[in-house]
């Protein structure tokens, strides 16, 4: 593809935002081009293909509901869809909707400069094309960068290495190896069990212990998916009801864990650990609010561990101490039991740290570990470079950080002259980690789209968030994670993955609140954004 002086909307990124995001703005008659790093569809599909990925939403619910035609067509497997599943969607979407044709692959943008006089931006990528368009439209998800952590010595390593988010596509032959598994997240626990079963030996380095619920994964009930099916639109309501993602097979908890008796907590706690997933959380209303209630759900979790690890004092190593639910709860189909095989050692990194990565190994304090095939993994990095850069991440409504445009977001972030601010989709404090991430996406996208289409029937250059609205927006949020358990622990949700950065938490609200906010205020004209006169906009379509 050429350089092209005539476009409306650049979209970076071809994960599920940016895919919706071409089909919406097509849809409106803007013309659109999207950049996407990697030779095919699916963004976060696309790059973490690693032994046992598959999402912790199940399929059902984890698909976009923009098209009745499509949510009726498309077949899911699986309860839970594995990654190559996940993938396959993406790429039907692509082609269901024709978008390839303005997808450019294997393209990553170097810079995006805007020409406030104009009002365009101007975006160089590294295939030297020079784009220039009114809207620039960053859908580069939050959980696309892998952050391969900084351990003195990791280059030195002279076997393999390999990250979740970074797997080969031609997939990796553990055989006959030894491997060391550094990370017992939902991407190691998930991992962990399959290489598990290839290698010859696995070493895992955990540094904190993990809650997980068992997924009982298996073939979608014909019967179940019928009656989804027969009305969709009352399953996706549901769903927006919670708070965490939790899923409409069992319906949200009314009451007090407290206000119950053991036994009755019991038989709940049985009833949705029989059913599996995330929406264990659910039991109660006030497991993510109250810490007395909280422990109740972690005890009868630890509780399980210990029965379904033969060793004790193992068990004890892998029961987490802490609140269950404050980081993301892990989905796993038979990771506990990966500790009973002979071939599987856990090493305990939470007193001393890893401190050094050797050529046949790594450090930790004294003790060396030798490994043949070290696979090394970590968290990711919410790719929102701007927010961890500034103490207090803002945003209007979650998806406009400033003005869609042109201009400064706010007057205390820090900034050399006029930064040009483009709009970003999951961007900071947003409802996206604790919720179904396709639910947030549709609707982000659907306000962006929106949003760009008013500029253009009302012939504005621009539009920003006011400071006291956002100032609003980032109380309401903090005022609801500050009720919640969310804020106890560190985890990515508080962006607690990435030193220095400022511990803020994502919108734990749920969706359908977060949604009816959004929509009272669209109705009320924008309220809080101020429409920016300037550059005659009747040429965008
Ligand atoms: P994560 O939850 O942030 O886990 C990272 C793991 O690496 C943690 O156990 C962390 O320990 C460990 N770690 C980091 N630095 C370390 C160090 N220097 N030494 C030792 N251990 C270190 O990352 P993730 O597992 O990739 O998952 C991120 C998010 O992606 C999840 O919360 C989930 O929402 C999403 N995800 C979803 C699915 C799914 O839907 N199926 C699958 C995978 C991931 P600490 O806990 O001590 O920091």
């Not at 696309?144 to 032959?173: K, M, N, Q």
């Not at 769903?239 to 053991?262: D, F, H, I, K, Y």
């Not at 650990?273 to 264990?280: A, I, K, P, R, V």
């Not at 109380?475 to 609801?480: K, Q, R």
């Amino acid at each position: 593809m050429s350089d092209r002086s005539d476009l409306d909307v650049v979209i970076v990124g071809a994960g599920f935002a940016g895919l919706f995001m071409l089909h919406r703005v097509r849809g409106l008659g803007f013309s659109a081009r999207v950049i996407e790093a990697g030779d095919g569809v699916g963004g976060t599909w696309y790059w973490n293909r690693y032994p046992g990925a598959r999402c912790d939403i199940e399929s059902m619910q984890y698909s976009y509901q923009f098209s009745e035609a499509l949510q009726q067509e498309w077949e899911w497997s699986e309860r839970y869809a594995s990654q190559p599943e996940i993938l396959a969607y993406a790429n039907h979407v692509a082609d269901r909707f024709e978008l390839r044709p303005d997808i450019q692959f294997e393209t990553r943008v170097q810079s995006a400069s805007y020409d406030e006089p104009a009002c365009r931006w101007t975006i160089v990528t590294d295939r030297g094309d020079a784009l220039s368009a009114r809207f620039l439209v960053m859908a580069t998800g939050c959980l696309s960068s892998a952050r391969i952590p900084d351990f003195p010595g990791l280059a030195s390593f002279t076997g393999p290495t390999y990250h979740t988010g970074r797997w080969p596509h031609e997939g990796v032959d553990f055989t006959g190896q030894r491997v060391g598994v550094i990370g017992t997240g939902s991407s190691g626990i998930q991992s962990i069990p399959i290489i598990a079963r290839e290698a010859r030996e696995l070493v895992v380095f955990q540094r904190t212990a993990s809650y997980s619920v068992p997924a009982h994964n298996g073939p979608i009930d014909d019967d179940e998916r019928r009656a989804i099916k027969a009305d969709y639109a009352a399953f996706r309501a549901r769903n927006l009801q919670t708070a965490t993602a939790v899923g409409s097979r069992l319906p949200m908890g009314e009451t007090s864990a407290l206000a119950v008796t053991p036994e009755e907590r019991q038989k709940v706690y049985e009833e949705r650990w029989e059913q599996g997933g995330l929406q264990f959380l659910g039991a109660y209303i006030d497991l993510l609010i109250d810490p007395n209630a909280n422990d109740t759900a972690a005890e009868f979790v630890r509780t399980k561990i210990a029965d379904v690890v033969g060793d004790p004092e193992l068990a004890a190593r892998l029961t987490p101490k802490t609140v269950i639910g404050c980081k993301r709860l892990c989905v796993d189909t038979g990771y506990f039991e990966t500790f009973n095989r002979d071939n599987v050692e856990l090493v305990d990194v939470s007193e001393t740290p890893i401190g050094e990565i050797t050529a046949g190994g790594l450090r930790i304090g004294a003790a060396r570990f030798r490994v043949r095939c070290h696979r090394v993994r970590d968290r990711f990095r919410r790719d929102d470079r701007r927010a961890a850069q500034h103490r207090h991440p803002r945003s209007r409504r979650a998806v406009a950080p400033g003005r869609l445009g042109c201009g400064p977001a706010h007057p205390s972030w820090p900034r050399r002259g006029r930064v040009p601010e483009p709009v970003h989709d999951l961007g900071a404090r947003q409802p996206v980690g604790a919720h179904d991430m396709i639910v947030s996406i549709e609707q982000h996208v659907n306000w962006i789209a929106d949003c760009i289409a008013y500029l253009r029937d009302h012939q504005y250059a621009a539009i920003e968030a006011t400071p006291d609205a956002q100032d609003a927006w980032v109380d309401w949020v903090n005022m609801i994670a500050d009720f919640t358990l969310f804020p106890s622990c560190n985890s990515w949700y508080l962006g607690a993955n990435v030193p220095g950065k400022p511990a803020r938490v994502h919108a734990p609200d749920r969706l359908s609140r977060v949604r009816r906010e959004v929509r009272r205020r669209r109705r009320e004209g924008l309220r809080g954004f101020r429409a920016v006169a300037g550059c005659d906009l009747a040429g965008a379509a």
